[in-house]
Antibody, heavy 123, light 106 residues
Framework: QVQLQESGPRLVKPSESLSLSCVVS?????????WSWVRQAPEKGLEWIGE??????????NYNPSLNSRVTISIDKAKNQFSLKLDSVTAADTAIYYC?????????????WGSGTTVSVSS | EIELTQSPVTLSLSPGERATLSCRAS??????LAWYQHRPGQAPRLLIY???YRATGVPARFSGNRSGADFTLTISDLEPEDFAIYYC?????????FGQGTKLEI
């Protein structure tokens, strides 16, 4: 059974960087699964942030251009986890952040999710 | 960027009734569209993928359909646990996107 768990600071100051990790258990981080980050701001809908897949010796990434190149998603094979870094945060980045996995068995749609972690941006 | 427009914004029904939720794509997504159920305090749950295929463990009362760029999620015989927010999501073109959601309320 695949499980994902987010971790990271719950409070970040404006203009600083937000860093979150997602530990994957029950599956290898390496392979054709797409590992994603999705967020939900207060009273808003779901927003796709980006995704990463590690196949062979290459990381493939796709990001939401609405985040103006502030996003970096990376994989740590040794820890079987993937991470999100969002630079120059503002109050608009306050949200629940979810990590998710899109497996080949589910046609790469996000079919396994972490429980989400709330991040607030405030001084 | 592909915009997904969901309607209605809010749908008020009673248990036992039938719900019909719509999602229209601004450009072709072929059949690469999914539906998610999102309950407060929980992670989103994949219900339907590739427009009409139920995800593992999803009850048969959930069904999806496609007509061109228009997609429909139908929930027959509503159960109390079905009252939640539903999002459509396209995986045809990057950046991936979600609709704004339909709130299904009692």
């Amino acid at each position: 059974q695949v499980q994902l768990q987010e971790s990271g600071p719950r409070l970040v100051k404006p203009s600083e960087s937000l860093s979150l990790s997602c530990v994957v258990s029950g599956a290898s981080i390496i392979g054709s699964t797409w590992w994603s980050w999705v967020r939900q701001a207060p009273e808003k809908g779901l927003e796709w942030i980006g995704e990463i897949s590690h196949t062979g010796s290459t990381n493939y990434t796709n990001y939401n251009p609405s985040l103006n190149s502030r996003v970096t998603i990376s994989i740590d094979k040794a820890k079987n986890q993937f991470s999100l870094k969002l630079d120059s945060v503002t109050a608009a980045d306050t949200a629940i952040y979810y990590c998710a996995g899109g497996r080949p068995s589910g046609k790469f749609y996000m079919d396994v999710w972490g429980s989400g972690t709330t991040v607030s941006v405030s001084s | 960027e592909i915009e997904l427009t969901q309607s209605p914004v809010t749908l008020s029904l009673s248990p036992g009734e039938r719900a019909t939720l719509s999602c229209r794509a601004s450009q072709t997504v072929s059949g690469y569209l999914a539906w998610y159920q999102h309950r407060p305090g929980q992670a989103p749950r994949l219900l339907i993928y590739d427009a009409s295929y139920r995800a593992t463990g999803v009850p048969a009362r959930f069904s999806g359909n496609r007509s061109g760029a228009d997609f429909t999620l139908t929930i027959s015989d509503l159960e109390p646990e079905d009252f939640a927010i539903y999002y459509c999501h396209q995986r045809h073109t990057w950046p991936l996107s979600f609709g704004q959601g339909t709130k299904l309320e009692i």
